[in-house]
């Protein structure tokens, strides 16, 4: 283990906390930022879930107990980073479409008048500071809801993926478990075991190889570009022309219509305060805007690509090996070193904790088969009923918590229960028994397509 040495910077509301931590494949130093708690960031909940994968975390549902004479002896939380900054190429495509509005003729709408002075200044990747907070949030909440199953002996098992973004929030969640502000008293919030267990992160996959956290290792994998092209078709003209109007000179594209609504979220979690963006969209422009990233992801790593599911079996097989206590059964992205060893693969914990992206989350959701439609969705038309809902699946800091019970009495034995996002999953496919426990046994045959690596898909990735 590296030696531990903290600093805590007070820069107004926000405290940034950089650690030396046990990185077992060799990671550099990584600076990870958090926040007492993350702040609202001043719209309602129904504005902020028409953001899809990047609206901020929610609760969908009460956290229901388990059904009496049950008992939860194992958690297995996977999570996604917090909000962060776009991407390096998605920033350039931002940048150019609000160029376009502003190098118009804005003069005749008040709404429009903000760019006259508006400087684009979004960073790049990595993790915004309210970011930092939902994963230390997250920490807490975990610690609070599961702390029976952690003691000095059963600290929580950590592993991430190499992104920057997703490392920071491995780490701010492993400072909120533990409650470590390095005694800071000053801050008026909960100190989950404060400082008492202090789980590491103990394992970095590196996404330049075999990774059960991160999407890349199918080149085979085909796009969502024909499904969410034919939609944006469908909604963004209108919203085009009406600005078009307002902004004569602009020009602007369907493609400019996505990027300039994006500059809401993004803006909003980035300064914790409401973009103006924001105010040139109806929430119903705002709830196509969603469907658009749903679509996206149906077609892009779900039950809408072929190719989709197969790259989620990895960490399906290594949940399945840690249910059951057996060793990793795949042939898929698992590494198998790492997995073949107790200190960077155990399977004696009572708690571990995934930290990955958006894409690989929809991949493992399809391939144990969550959020299924009845039908694929429509690029033409969204379906009100439909359970495929991005902000309940991928917000920021969304996560996925796979509980194993011991349950005696009416139920005997190992069941499985999986919540996303608070929401207990009907798990039909392995004889749900009403309450969504599944038999250990039923669940784990019931994964046949992770078991038998993909039924011949894997090939297909790089074939």
């Given at each position: 283990m590296l030696s531990c040495r903290l600093k805590i910077l007070d820069m107004g509301n926000t405290f940034y906390k950089f650690y030396h931590t046990t990185l077992l494949l060799g990671s550099a130093f990584v600076a990870a930022a958090i926040q007492p708690t993350a702040p609202?960031?001043?719209?309602?909940?129904?504005?902020?879930?028409?953001?899809?994968?990047?609206?901020?975390?929610?609760?969908?549902?009460?956290?229901?107990?388990?059904?009496?004479?049950?008992?939860?002896?194992?958690?297995?939380?996977?999570?996604?980073?917090?909000?962060?900054?776009?991407?390096?190429?998605?920033?350039?495509?931002?940048?150019?479409?609000?160029?376009?509005?502003?190098?118009?003729?804005?003069?005749?709408d008040p709404s429009l008048s903000f760019l006259t002075n508006f400087t684009y200044a979004l960073g790049t990747d990595v993790l915004v500071p309210y970011g930092a907070a939902q994963s230390f949030d997250a920490g807490q909440a975990h610690f609070a809801r599961y702390g029976s199953l952690i003691n000095d002996a059963m600290l929580p098992f950590v592993r991430a993926s190499s992104s920057e973004r997703v490392v920071e929030s491995a780490l701010n969640w492993t400072a909120g478990n533990s409650g470590d502000v390095n005694g800071i008293s000053s801050l008026s919030f909960a100190y989950a075991s404060n400082q008492r267990y202090k789980p590491a992160l103990s394992v970095i996959l590196s996404e330049s190889g075999n990774d059960t956290l991160d999407n890349s290792m199918c080149p085979?994998?085909?796009?969502?570009?024909?499904?969410?092209?034919?939609?944006?078709?469908?909604?963004?003209?209108?919203?085009?022309?009406?600005?078009?109007?307002?902004?004569?000179?602009?020009?602007?594209?369907?493609?400019?219509?996505?990027?300039?609504?994006?500059?809401?979220?993004?803006?909003?979690?980035?300064?914790?305060?409401?973009?103006?963006?924001?105010?040139?969209?109806?929430?119903?422009?705002?709830?196509?805007?969603?469907?658009?990233e749903d679509v996206k992801d149906y077609y892009g790593n779900g039950y809408g690509q072929q190719l989709g599911p197969v790259q989620g079996v990895g960490y399906v097989n290594e949940l399945l090996a840690r249910l059951t206590g057996q060793p990793v059964q795949d042939e898929t992205q698992t590494n198998h070193t790492l997995d073949s060893s107790p200190a960077t693969f155990p399977l004696n914990r009572t708690f571990y904790a995934d930290f990955s992206h958006d894409n690989e989350m929809i991949s493992i959701y399809s391939a144990i088969g969550l959020f299924l439609q009845p039908h694929a969705l429509d690029p033409t038309q969204p379906d009100s009923e439909r359970t495929w809902i991005d902000y309940k699946m991928v917000p920021f800091s969304g996560r996925m918590v796979t509980e194993k019970l011991e349950c005696a009495g009416t139920l005997t034995g190992d069941y499985v229960r999986i919540l996303v996002s608070d929401v207990v999953q009907p798990l039909a496919f392995c004889g749900d028994t009403g309450?969504?426990?599944?038999?250990?046994?039923?669940?784990?045959?019931?994964?046949?397509?992770?078991?038998?690596?993909?039924?011949?898909?894997?090939?297909?990735?790089?074939s």
């Open positions: 609202p960031l001043g719209f309602n909940q129904t504005f902020q879930q028409s953001w899809a994968l990047y609206s901020p975390y929610f609760a969908a549902a009460d956290y229901v107990p388990p059904p009496v004479g049950c008992n939860v002896t194992q958690v297995n939380l996977l999570q996604r980073h917090g909000a962060r900054y776009p991407t390096a190429s998605t920033g350039e495509q931002l940048q150019k479409s609000v160029a376009k509005l502003q190098s118009a003729d804005i003069s005749s085979n994998a085909g796009s969502s570009s024909n499904e969410t092209t034919q939609w944006l078709s469908v909604f963004a003209p209108s919203i085009a022309d009406r600005l078009n109007a307002a902004a004569p000179g602009a020009n602007l594209t369907n493609s400019d219509i996505l990027n300039i609504m994006s500059m809401c979220p993004y803006e909003t979690v980035a300064n914790e305060a409401p973009s103006p963006f924001c105010d040139l969209f109806s929430l119903e422009e705002f709830d196509s805007f969603g469907y658009y309450d969504g426990l599944c038999a250990l046994r039923s669940f784990v045959e019931s994964q046949q397509y992770a078991r038998l690596d993909g039924e011949g898909d894997w090939e297909l990735c790089s």
